[in-house]
């Protein structure tokens, strides 16, 4: 039997609880819904940068950029030789993935005159030698560590790689890992027009 002090349904300071009717309930689901909407609908939207593949047809970017010891560095000291130019950090797991490969493409492809350019983005020199140092790279890294590079690139993200001609301009560009057999298919063109 139930007193008044002990009534189903009432709160601590005595008062009655009203259950939630089904209004509440569907208007708690819809409020959550378009909270959700609210919040993955940039997700979904057009990105107002275009990704790397606007750079096609341009001249490679010429940003400064500083060598794994600090010096000044500039892209164009390249210009005559095939590069392959990764943007990269070492937090990324998909760029140490792709990395072993363009190794590889840099020790087959040298012969050719084709160069990998690795540009770290936001590390210090010394973060992005050690890196390359325990994966046994042996192509040059630059340091980009204001990230002015892939914002020039239009990078979604990280690895994303441009394929550059003799010329210094942009042939291919990449978001995502590449492969090595994707990166000697993208060099293709360029190798059998010398």
């Not at 983005?121 to 890294?141: K, N």
Request: charged share 20%; aromatic share 8%.
């Amino acid at each position: 039997m139930e007193t008044d002090e002990h009534r189903m349904g009432e709160g601590k300071e005595g008062r009655m609880l009203a259950p939630m009717t089904p209004l509440w309930r569907w208007l708690i689901v819809l409020a959550a819904i378009a909270l959700a909407a609210f919040l993955l609908v940039p997700y979904f939207r057009p990105s107002t940068s275009a990704g790397p593949g606007t750079l096609i047809g341009a001249p490679l970017p010429d940003l400064p950029l500083l060598d794994e010891r600090g010096a000044a560095y500039s892209l164009a000291s390249e210009r005559g030789h095939i590069l392959v130019v990764n943007l990269w950090a070492s937090w990324c797991p998909p760029c140490r993935a792709e990395m072993p490969d363009l190794e590889r493409v840099a020790r087959h492809e040298a012969v050719r005159g084709v160069r990998i350019i690795g540009i770290d983005q936001g590390e210090s020199g010394a973060v992005a030698r050690a890196f390359a140092h325990s994966l046994g790279i042996t192509y040059r890294i630059v340091v980009d560590p204001t990230q002015r590079y892939g914002r020039a690139f239009g990078a979604f993200g990280l690895p994303t790689t441009a394929i550059v001609d003799r010329r210094g301009l942009v042939v291919r560009a990449f978001d995502g890992p590449l492969t090595y057999q994707q990166i000697v298919r993208a060099l293709a063109p360029l190798l059998e027009s010398k």
